[in-house]
């Protein structure tokens, strides 16, 4: 397993290097040099912000394609609650899990029963292990993937149980063996997601060795055919299949999975940018009376996810009004259940960010960092291809940049060349023997390359600007 896989991706061939992406992102993942962008796969968490604001469509995320449901004999689908807060006037769950069965699934096991063991999973925990307190819900695989590269000191936090994803699939994989028969490779689960970070998750799970999630659709692919089912099941008489009540449909938006724990004590914050500012302030031990903290990377909670069709604010409003006349939860935790949802595996702190393997190139490149950055305006421009002059200078101590990556810099240099040949001029002006001209005309000729190298550079930055477009050196994330 590639403990960095990523499934947020660039597609090269599509980026114009118009730099929009790098202010963005919160781990200073991005680069655009050359007049293209990468993404260095150890600092991303897959958070979705660069799909969210590139204009031109060169960030986008990897899942599977609907066909993939023919690969199995038998499938089960597990929608997230955020799949329900998609669709207008809808005022009862089955219609949609009556629709996927109609699509083609054998089965469908929705994410927010499993929620609901987990819920119950949480307030048991919390309440024996009060040494840990406040408690940082792994539900969000962006956020724990975000502590484990930068705050280190919060990871004892970490709530150590699985999420709900992980507790369905468990479950809708035994539930299907022991319907069918069948053996587990022939069975299909399948996640509907909102988001490119359960992608990730599945893939290269935290907490966990192995995802029991086979297979992850996009809501926004399972979006346009699952309406049409909808439609005809609503005309029909269709069977009662739900099995989540208010708290667990409740996880689909910010603040839902923390109401389901019955406590006060809790914080809850939404976005990347609140996420980071949350953490922070946790690791100034600023929070001494919470319980329990809930953070989502998107906008609004799981609903805010890329891969979803309607606005998340929207998608809250739906999301409550369809709970209203929900029994508070429909599922309880067994033996089994308590069984599966604690974590199997830790997780460990990844150093990415130091600047050298040891304490003492760490310290004496953070030194070089701080020297280079007297040196650069301090403007945060993002014309060097680095969100602001301290990434840049991060990556001149590192070897991955040049200090003429800076275009104030590389005028300066102009500026202070011209002077010289300037000076070198007067002299000569001043009547020399021919003899005597020989040597300031080698060092005039030696300053015009050096001017000239250092023109075309500086050309060549202004026009990856100016057109947008820059020669083809493609990201480390690249689908190429
Ligand atoms: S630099 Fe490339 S990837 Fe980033 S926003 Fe611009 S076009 Fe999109
Ligand atoms: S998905 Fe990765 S590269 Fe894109 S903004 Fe988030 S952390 Fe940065």
């Given at each position: 397993m590639d403990k960095f896989y990523h499934s947020v991706r660039l597609d090269a061939s599509l980026c114009k290097g118009c730099i929009n992406c790098i202010k963005r992102c919160p781990t200073e993942a991005i680069r655009v040099r050359g007049g293209k962008a990468s993404i260095n796969n150890k600092f991303c968490i897959d958070c979705g912000e660069c799909i969210r604001v590139c204009p031109h469509h060169a960030k986008h995320a990897t899942y599977d394609k609907l066909d993939c449901m023919r690969q199995y004999e038998y499938t089960v689908a597990l929608p997230a609650p955020s799949l329900y807060s998609q669709f207008n006037n809808l005022d009862d769950v089955n219609i949609v899990l009556n629709a996927l069965i109609r699509m083609g699934f054998d089965d469908v096991f929705e994410v927010g029963a499993a929620a609901e063991l987990v819920s119950e999973a949480t307030r048991k925990y919390i309440s024996e292990h009060e040494d840990g307190l406040p408690y940082i819900s792994t539900a969000c695989p962006s956020v724990v993937r975000l502590i484990r590269v930068r705050f280190p000191n919060l990871i004892p936090h970490l709530l150590p149980l699985n999420p709900p994803v992980e507790v369905a699939a468990v479950l809708a994989a035994k539930r299907a063996m022991e319907k069918t028969g069948l053996p587990r490779e022939k069975i299909g689960i399948i996640f509907i997601s909102p988001c490119p970070s359960k992608v990730t998750y599945v893939k290269a799970p935290l907490g966990t060795e192995k995802s029991q999630v086979d297979r992850v659709l996009a809501i926004k692919d399972?979006?346009?055919?699952?309406?049409?089912?909808?439609?005809?099941?609503?005309?029909?008489?269709?069977?009662?299949?739900?099995?989540?009540?208010?708290?667990?449909?409740?996880?689909?938006?910010?603040?839902?999975?923390?109401?389901?724990?019955?406590?006060?004590?809790?914080?809850?914050?939404?976005?990347?940018?609140?996420?980071?500012r949350v953490l922070e302030d946790m690791e100034d031990q600023k929070f001494t009376n919470l319980r329990f903290v809930e953070l989502n990377a998107c906008n609004g909670g799981c609903v805010g996810g890329v891969l979803t069709v309607e606005n998340p604010y929207v998608a809250e409003v739906k999301l409550k009004r369809l709970r209203k006349y929900m029994p508070v939860a429909r599922t309880h935790m067994s033996e089994n259940s308590q069984e599966i949802i604690p974590w199997t595996t830790g997780v460990q702190y990844e150093p990415v960010f130091s600047l050298g393997n040891t304490m003492m190139e760490s310290f004496s490149r953070l030194n070089q960092v701080e020297r280079l950055m007297k040196k650069f305006p301090g403007l945060d421009c993002g014309s060097c291809g680095a969100p602001t002059c301290k990434a840049l200078a991060e990556d001149i101590v590192r070897g991955e940049a040049n200090e003429s990556d800076c275009?104030?810099?590389?005028?300066?240099?102009?500026?202070?060349?011209?002077?010289?040949?300037?000076?070198?001029?007067?002299?000569?002006?001043?009547?020399?023997?021919?003899?005597?001209?020989?040597?300031?005309?080698?060092?005039?000729?030696?300053?015009?390359?050096?001017?000239?190298?250092?023109?075309?550079?500086?050309?060549?930055?202004?026009?990856?600007?100016?057109?947008?477009?820059?020669?083809d050196e493609s990201g480390n994330l690249s689908d190429d």
């Amino acid at each position: 397993m590639d403990k960095f896989y990523h499934s947020v991706r660039l597609d090269a061939s599509l980026c114009k290097g118009c730099i929009n992406c790098i202010k963005r992102c919160p781990t200073e993942a991005i680069r655009v040099r050359g007049g293209k962008a990468s993404i260095n796969n150890k600092f991303c968490i897959d958070c979705g912000e660069c799909i969210r604001v590139c204009p031109h469509h060169a960030k986008h995320a990897t899942y599977d394609k609907l066909d993939c449901m023919r690969q199995y004999e038998y499938t089960v689908a597990l929608p997230a609650p955020s799949l329900y807060s998609q669709f207008n006037n809808l005022d009862d769950v089955n219609i949609v899990l009556n629709a996927l069965i109609r699509m083609g699934f054998d089965d469908v096991f929705e994410v927010g029963a499993a929620a609901e063991l987990v819920s119950e999973a949480t307030r048991k925990y919390i309440s024996e292990h009060e040494d840990g307190l406040p408690y940082i819900s792994t539900a969000c695989p962006s956020v724990v993937r975000l502590i484990r590269v930068r705050f280190p000191n919060l990871i004892p936090h970490l709530l150590p149980l699985n999420p709900p994803v992980e507790v369905a699939a468990v479950l809708a994989a035994k539930r299907a063996m022991e319907k069918t028969g069948l053996p587990r490779e022939k069975i299909g689960i399948i996640f509907i997601s909102p988001c490119p970070s359960k992608v990730t998750y599945v893939k290269a799970p935290l907490g966990t060795e192995k995802s029991q999630v086979d297979r992850v659709l996009a809501i926004k692919d399972v979006y346009p055919k699952l309406l049409a089912c909808m439609k005809a099941v609503s005309r029909e008489e269709y069977p009662t299949i739900g099995t989540a009540g208010k708290i667990g449909i409740s996880w689909g938006h910010s603040g839902g999975e923390a109401s389901g724990l019955f406590t006060e004590s809790y914080l809850a914050a939404d976005g990347i940018e609140n996420v980071i500012r949350v953490l922070e302030d946790m690791e100034d031990q600023k929070f001494t009376n919470l319980r329990f903290v809930e953070l989502n990377a998107c906008n609004g909670g799981c609903v805010g996810g890329v891969l979803t069709v309607e606005n998340p604010y929207v998608a809250e409003v739906k999301l409550k009004r369809l709970r209203k006349y929900m029994p508070v939860a429909r599922t309880h935790m067994s033996e089994n259940s308590q069984e599966i949802i604690p974590w199997t595996t830790g997780v460990q702190y990844e150093p990415v960010f130091s600047l050298g393997n040891t304490m003492m190139e760490s310290f004496s490149r953070l030194n070089q960092v701080e020297r280079l950055m007297k040196k650069f305006p301090g403007l945060d421009c993002g014309s060097c291809g680095a969100p602001t002059c301290k990434a840049l200078a991060e990556d001149i101590v590192r070897g991955e940049a040049n200090e003429s990556d800076c275009v104030y810099f590389l005028r300066e240099n102009l500026h202070k060349l011209s002077e010289e040949v300037s000076m070198l001029a007067e002299d000569l002006g001043e009547g020399r023997k021919k003899k005597e001209k020989q040597e300031p005309l080698k060092l005039i000729k030696e300053y015009i390359d050096r001017i000239s190298q250092e023109m075309s550079v500086l050309d060549q930055k202004e026009g990856v600007k100016r057109d947008g477009a820059g020669t083809d050196e493609s990201g480390n994330l690249s689908d190429d």
